[in-house]
């Protein structure tokens, strides 16, 4: 029998199911990054993000810089409605960090505060209780990290 890369994922899954159902699936998530507002300014030293999602259901919104990965934990898979940053959340931390829902007929909860052991990533839970999707916009803010 040759050995094929082909063999070797078909090995894998078959060897390896546990491992793929913990993961997501690449289809129920949406990672994009937020488009730089009028007044972007990575030098400021406070910054803001309007983040807009359609969420079906339940989704997991995860911020690390500049990228922001939506996944569906139940329901079909978000999609970015718009969002946009005056700066992206610093990688090497930053204070004061603040979480506002804005706009949606479900929950908006703050999950995981961005700090050192998180590589400062923001984990925001939307909960949307009726049938179909609905948009959904919060607000994150922070200032510069005191030295």
Not at 17 to 40: G, H, I, L, Y
Not at 65 to 71: E, F, I, K, L
Not at 85 to 103: E, I, M, R, T, W
């Amino acid at each position: 029998m040759r050995f094929t890369a082909r063999t070797a994922v078909v090995a894998l899954v078959l060897c390896c199911p546990v491992a793929a159902q913990n993961q997501p699936a690449k289809d129920d998530s949406t990672t994009f990054t937020p488009k730089q507002s009028k007044d972007f300014d990575p030098a400021r030293k406070e910054g803001s993000c309007i983040i807009r999602v359609r969420v079906d259901e339940q989704a997991n919104v995860y911020i690390q810089g500049d990228v922001v990965t939506a996944t569906a934990v139940k329901g079909k898979p978000p999609s970015d409605e718009g969002s946009e940053c005056n700066q992206y959340p610093p990688a090497n931390g930053f204070s004061a960090f603040k979480l506002k829902g804005v706009d949606g007929r479900g929950s908006v909860q703050l999950i995981e505060e961005p700090d050192p052991d998180n590589h400062f990533r923001i984990w925001v839970q939307i909960r949307d209780p009726k049938p179909g999707a609905e948009g959904y916009t919060f607000r994150i803010s922070w200032a510069e990290r005191a030295e």
